[in-house]
């Protein structure tokens, strides 16, 4: 099975701060995404990369912006955190079948 | 883009009994329409998928249905347990596309 691994599961930042939420997964796979999960608005796509140092927007790029220097890793960088920014994020890889981290409860206040 | 209604949003049953939810999509070149399970403290899981080319699949307790002229998919779950208490996501993809569009998702409760 696919291990998909998420630097942080809790995390409080201030307004304006630079975050950096880290993915790894350890199977390989070309396609890696990121989520964000909100009550009664499911997942939504952030950024999508099918290669190292290739990316895609989602559905709600705005605020965000990601890097892929490594084809196990894809981090989701918050330039400068905003409170409607608190939110679950979810990594996974894969294709069809996608394969998901446990998620980081972020708290921007 | 695709858009994807999942209903209801919330799901209680009592064990034993089955369990359905419906999803709709809007973009008739769509696909590929999996079915995810959330439990608590962890990412989604895929549980069943299907593609456009089958009407029904079915897994043991969990089986989907696909209706493309109406644009709308189905999971159906029988003999409900407590460990089916999760929340579900449906999904839609279009051919060679790995981006999903999900539902807002369905919070499910077995009552034992």
């Not at chain 1, 990369?49 to 990601?66: F, H, L, N, R, T």
């Amino acid at each position: 099975d696919v291990k998909v691994t998420q630097s942080s599961r809790y995390l409080v930042k201030r307004t304006g701060e630079k975050v950096f939420l880290e993915c790894v997964q350890d199977m390989d796979h070309e396609n890696m995404f990121w989520y964000r999960q909100d009550p009664g608005l499911g997942l939504r796509l952030i950024y999508f990369s099918y290669d190292v140092k290739m990316k895609e927007k989602g559905d709600i790029p705005e605020g965000y912006s990601v890097s892929r220097e490594k084809k196990e890793r894809f981090s989701l960088i918050l330039e400068s955190a905003s409170t409607n920014q608190t939110s679950m994020y979810l990594c996974a890889a894969g294709d069809y079948e996608q394969y998901f981290g446990p998620g980081t409860r972020l708290t921007v206040t | 883009g695709e858009n994807v209604e999942q209903h209801p949003s919330t799901l209680s049953v009592q064990e034993g009994d089955s369990a359905v939810i419906k999803c709709t999509y809007s973009d008739s070149a769509s696909n590929y329409f999996p079915w995810y399970k959330q439990e608590l403290g962890k990412g989604p899981q895929l549980i069943i998928d299907i593609r456009s080319n089958v009407g029904e699949k079915k897994d043991q307790r969990i089986a989907v249905t696909l209706n493309k002229t109406a644009k709308h998919f189905s999971l159906h779950i029988t003999e409900t347990q407590p460990e089916d208490s999760a929340v579900y996501f449906c999904a839609a993809s279009r051919h060679g596309d790995y981006k999903l569009s999900f539902g807002a998702g369905t919070t499910v409760t077995v009552r034992a």
